[in-house]
């Protein structure tokens, strides 16, 4: 599997506008001369059976402690690392299918784009919810090392609950749009004859 850049992604779909977001690609390969053949391809080599997917790397951050009027409290959260990733298709037989077959194939990879997109969005947009989950937790004392470890168990908890809402948004965005099938545009490859 391979890793590319977003600005290289963009260039290799003039569908896949300006999106503010970083996230990065990355490929599998799909074969196949005709839909049926690429439908199969894309069930066996797709992460979970399906043509794409994005995921949230999971998120590193830091925080410390101080005391507080009486309370023990985290601050200057940062999060450091958060990576989303896009799996898109790479079909390996493009150059030699039909017109139709590789018609059909760009218009579901520009809508499959498209959907994937609107994930990394989901994830985007739950980056500052994410960041105040662990902003000013606080547990009553000062803080000790007792306190301490409790707060960063409390943070840490609160962080992971935020995370699973975030994915929970993602899953029923898929069952919505039943993985892409019923969006506008929609997520599939047309027959040909
Ligand atoms: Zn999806």
């Known amino acids: 599997m391979k890793t590319v850049v977003l600005a290289f992604a963009f260039a290799l779909g003039p569908c896949a506008a300006t999106l503010a977001a970083d996230y990065t690609v990355a490929t ?7 839909v049926s053949e690429i439908s199969a391809s894309i069930k066996n080599a797709g992460p979970d059976g399906y043509a794409g997917s994005t995921d949230l790397e999971p998120p590193s951050y830091t925080f410390d402690f101080a005391d507080k009027g009486g309370k023990c409290a985290t601050q200057n959260a940062k999060i450091t690392s958060y990576e989303i990733v896009v799996k898109m298709p790479n079909w390996t037989d493009e150059g030699s299918a ?7 194939y760009k218009k579901m990879r520009s809508a499959l784009l498209q959907h994937e997109e609107r994930h990394v969005k ?3 947009d739950a980056k500052p919810a994410l960041l105040s989950s662990i902003s000013g937790v606080n547990l009553p004392g000062a803080c000790t090392a007792e306190t301490i470890s409790k707060l960063e168990e409390a943070a840490n908890k609160a962080f992971k609950a935020k995370q699973a ?9 898929d069952a919505k749009t039943k993985n892409g099938v019923t969006d506008k545009p929609p ?3 047309d027959n040909c004859p």
């Open 28 to 34: 599998y390969d799909v074969s196949g001369m005709t």
């Open 98 to 104: 039909s017109s139709c077959v590789v018609n059909s």
């Open 122 to 124: 989901l994830f985007t």
């Open 165 to 173: 809402s975030v994915q929970k948004q993602n899953d029923d965005f």
């Open 187 to 189: 997520v599939v490859l």
